[in-house]
């Protein structure tokens, strides 16, 4: 490690597996960063505790399981078992209500940052990265 800093470690909770593994291949050759995938949304917070990360992505999914009302209720829960961890929302633009919820939680301080699907590679490494 560059400068004798320390490895974040990112925890992305999502089912888009094709993403997960693009970040994971964008950031390989960081030394400061290394992203672990969680598909399964019931096990983020032992991810997280498992792997000691600094923060965690989590996809709110299109579909209903894993919308943004379910995504803000595990932010909360995990803001509570896992405070250390800073959490990111991945956000579909196009979804009006989505959008709106999770800029109030972020003005509410309940997520740290999000950023939506259309996000470049590059975007999304840098922004897990400043994380």
């Not at 949304?41 to 943004?68: K, P, Q």
Request: glycine content about 6%; overall charge negative.
């Amino acid at each position: 490690m560059r400068g004798g800093g320390h490895l974040k470690t990112v925890v992305l909770i999502m089912q888009r597996v094709s993403l997960a593994q693009g970040l994971m291949a964008k950031v390989a050759e960081d030394p400061g960063i290394q992203l672990c995938y969680e598909p399964d949304y019931a096990n983020a917070d032992t991810a997280i505790r498992t792997h000691m990360a600094a923060g965690a992505l989590l996809e709110v999914s299109e579909d209903t399981a894993h919308d943004i009302g379910f995504c803000l209720a595990l932010c909360a829960w995990l803001r509570k078992v896992t405070p250390y961890c800073r959490l990111m929302l991945m956000c579909p633009e196009g979804q009006a209500e989505s959008v709106h919820r999770t800029i109030e939680a972020k003005r509410k301080g309940e997520i740290d940052d999000f950023v939506f699907y259309d996000a470049s590679l590059d975007y999304l490494a840098a922004s897990l990265q400043s994380l």
